[in-house]
């Protein structure tokens, strides 16, 4: 079975300063990985993805991961804090193949907060 | 396009009434998903749809059930509500594109309060 674990359920930054936002996962097999963020009040919309190829992945807003292997992480990064980067994040694994195809496994989330 | 819309947005039952939670979405995917998002604890599958004419269990799916009407319609009904069914309900949708993982495109949530 899959499961994901993210470092701190809070995450707090001055504006301007490097956001990391930690996500540890395990599966059976290689995985498809995803970040996802939730504004209050909003659903969840798609950051950015890991399928296959490049292991740093960019996504909108100028997010960042970095899918490794070895250390079943995928890290998500943005090298200069915004105050509109202030949201939940959620870091998210699915199994290629198999019976489990298609669904996402989620972490707890982890609430970004950006001060002045 | 709407993408995926949810109704009602909001709904207060009293323990034991039954409702039906609608979701619909216009980009003619194949697949649609239910989860519940509590506090601290991430979503959670509810039940799923690969496709038009199945469903399956997800991870806690004990007090719903699911109809996939047609393509674009997937609803969510809860029976006989308990408080712990108490959360942010969402809907989602994905293609199911076999040439790589499908994003899953997420409607606004219903946010079901059970007294």
């Known amino acids: 079975a899959q499961s994901v674990t993210q470092l701190g359920s809070h995450v707090s930054v001055s504006e301007g300063a490097l956001v990391l936002l930690r996500c540890n996962y395990s599966?059976?097999?290689?995985?498809?990985l995803f970040w996802y963020v939730q504004y209050p009040n909003q659903g969840l919309q798609l950051l950015l993805k890991?399928?296959?190829?490049?292991?740093l992945v960019k996504g909108i807003n100028g997010f960042e991961a970095e899918f490794k292997k070895s250390e079943t992480s995928f890290h998500l990064t943005k090298p200069s804090a915004h105050m509109s980067d202030a949201a939940e994040y959620f870091c998210?694994?699915?199994?290629?193949?198999?019976?489990?195809?298609?669904?996402?496994?989620f972490g707890q989330g982890t609430i970004l907060t950006v001060h002045p | 396009n709407a993408g995926v819309t949810q109704t009602p947005k909001f709904q207060v039952l009293k323990t034991g009434q039954s409702m039906t939670l609608q979701c619909a979405q216009d980009?003619?995917?194949?697949?649609m998903y239910w989860y519940r998002q509590d506090p601290g604890m991430g979503l959670r599958l509810i039940y799923y749809?690969?496709?038009?004419?199945?469903?399956d269990k997800g991870e806690v799916p004990n007090g719903y059930n699911v109809s996939r009407l047609n393509k674009r319609e997937f609803s969510l009904r809860l029976e006989s509500a308990a408080p712990s069914q108490t959360s942010v309900y969402f809907c989602?949708?994905?293609?199911?594109?076999?040439?790589?993982?499908?994003?899953?495109?997420f409607g606004p949530g219903t946010r079901l309060l059970v007294l």
């Open positions: 890991y399928t296959t190829g490049a292991t």
């Open positions: 599966s059976s097999v290689p995985p498809y």
């Open positions: 989602a949708s994905s293609e199911r594109n076999r040439g790589s993982q499908e994003t899953q495109y």
């Open positions: 749809s690969a496709s038009e004419g199945t469903t």
């Open positions: 980009m003619n995917h194949n697949s």
């Open positions: 998210a694994v699915s199994e290629p193949g198999g019976t489990s195809y298609g669904k996402l496994t």
